[in-house]
């Protein structure tokens, strides 16, 4: 019978399994996890360690500096107030597939280089494609995940073809130049790199825009007090990451034999770090269940920490900051449900559907936001 796997939950329990040394993230080396899913997952950059974790990262780190991301702010801002347009004269929307889901899908897309015609595609496949990292997925689900996997290989592979006889400036081509080179990206990682962008790069972001939407318009002091101070939106990002964290949990191995929390841990042993308790832990956020953009939410793992931190944090950041810059000044935006359809994935505090509604009406389209 498989034992269920340590969890850590504290902040200073969370911190040490995610930076520490005595923890690996390869699942290959996990006793718990099928040889079949392990394999399938290393060559993706979440489940590698150093040296190929480093050189991996390293090759597409520059396209997510925030030096970078100050550049792509302006679009970010031109396809949120697409996207709003047709919204705020219809006079409802769901936050989820209306907005949360087509702007970073949009933004990650022109990043590398994804025709536009070509988006709808990870609509119907990118769910499927979440469940590989779901610490309970079961073997139907990873069957589905494979799927989706073998779909999406099925597209890029052409896609690669074409960036190398017409190279051009966008993070896909670099990335097969890369691999053309030889010796720095193999053929697997690269695909499963591509991949990884393209799922990663809306997911997280996604969530954070349709759960922090979501806390907001259930704060009214904490929205109101963000319209009237919108200096404050940077800060409120942070806390909404942690109030209402969009991954709850990540895995790691033991390496050896190990202490957490003064419990043994044996090699080959999962821990489960519990993201979301973490960023709840009273010791290091007082009145932790309590929505406070006032607050120094700057320590929360939300997006994880140590060499695993998110590539793409800057990125999310300043999606959420405009897209919900826009959405709060919305007039009289308010929930249309008290009971939102959340996705059925463990790792990911995820919302399916988040119907919203101008309770005056229609909203001309000429309203602006700030």
């Known amino acids: 019978m498989t034992r269920a796997p340590h969890t850590a939950t504290s902040h200073a329990a969370v911190q040490t399994v995610l930076r520490g040394a005595d923890w690996t993230s390869d699942p290959r080396r996990a006793s718990q996890v099928p040889d079949l899913a392990a394999d399938a997952l290393s060559s993706v950059l979440l489940f590698m360690d150093a040296p190929d974790h480093t050189r991996v990262r390293g090759l597409i780190s520059k396209a997510f500096t925030p030096r970078s991301i100050e550049r792509l702010r302006p679009r970010i801002a031109e396809v949120t107030e697409e996207l709003l347009a047709p919204l705020r004269e219809a006079g409802a929307l769901d936050v989820i597939s209306d907005f949360a889901y087509p702007l970073p899908v949009t933004v990650i897309c022109e990043l590398l280089g994804v025709p536009a015609g070509d988006r709808d595609l990870f609509r119907s496949l990118t769910p499927d494609m979440a469940a590989v990292i779901d610490l309970d997925a079961t073997a139907e689900e990873y069957g589905r995940s494979a799927g989706a996997a073998l779909t999406f290989t099925a597209y890029l592979v052409p896609l690669f073809e074409q960036r190398r006889h017409d190279p051009r400036d966008d993070l896909m081509s670099a990335l097969v130049a890369v691999e053309d080179a030889g010796g720095r990206l193999s053929a697997d990682e690269l695909l499963a790199t591509v991949l990884l962008v393209l799922v990663a790069?809306?997911?997280?972001?996604?969530?954070?825009?349709?759960?922090?939407?979501?806390?907001?318009?259930?704060?009214?002091?904490?929205?109101?007090?963000?319209?009237?101070?919108?200096?404050?939106?940077?800060?409120?990002?942070?806390?909404?990451?942690?109030?209402?964290?969009?991954?709850?949990?990540?895995?790691?191995?033991?390496?050896?034999?190990?202490?957490?929390?003064?419990?043994?841990?044996?090699?080959?042993?999962?821990?489960?770090?519990?993201?979301?308790?973490?960023?709840?832990?009273?010791?290091?956020?007082?009145?932790?269940?309590?929505?406070?953009?006032?607050?120094?939410a700057r320590r929360h793992v939300a997006f994880g920490a140590?060499?695993?931190?998110?590539?793409?944090?800057?990125?999310?950041?300043?999606?959420?900051?405009?897209?919900?810059?826009?959405?709060?000044?919305?007039?009289?935006?308010?929930?249309?449900t008290d009971e939102p359809q959340w996705r059925p994935i463990a790792t990911l505090h995820a919302l399916e559907s988040l119907p919203a509604a101008f309770v005056t009406g229609r909203v001309s389209a000429a309203a602006t936001t700030r």
Do not use: K, W
């Not at 922090?212 to 929205?223: K, M, T, V």
């Open 201 to 296: 790069g809306h997911e997280t972001t996604m969530n954070l825009i349709g759960n922090g939407l979501r806390a907001l318009l259930r704060h009214p002091d904490q929205r109101a007090l963000l319209r009237a101070r919108p200096e404050l939106m940077a800060a409120a990002v942070e806390e909404l990451l942690r109030y209402d964290s969009p991954v709850r949990r990540v895995a790691r191995v033991a390496r050896h034999d190990t202490l957490l929390d003064g419990r043994p841990v044996p090699p080959g042993e999962q821990v489960i770090a519990m993201m979301h308790d973490a960023n709840h832990d009273p010791t290091v956020f007082p009145s932790p269940d309590a929505l406070d953009i006032n607050r120094d």
């Open 306 to 336: 140590g060499a695993h931190y998110c590539l793409g944090a800057p990125l999310a950041r300043a999606e959420a900051q405009i897209a919900l810059s826009a959405l709060i000044n919305l007039p009289d935006l308010e929930l249309a």
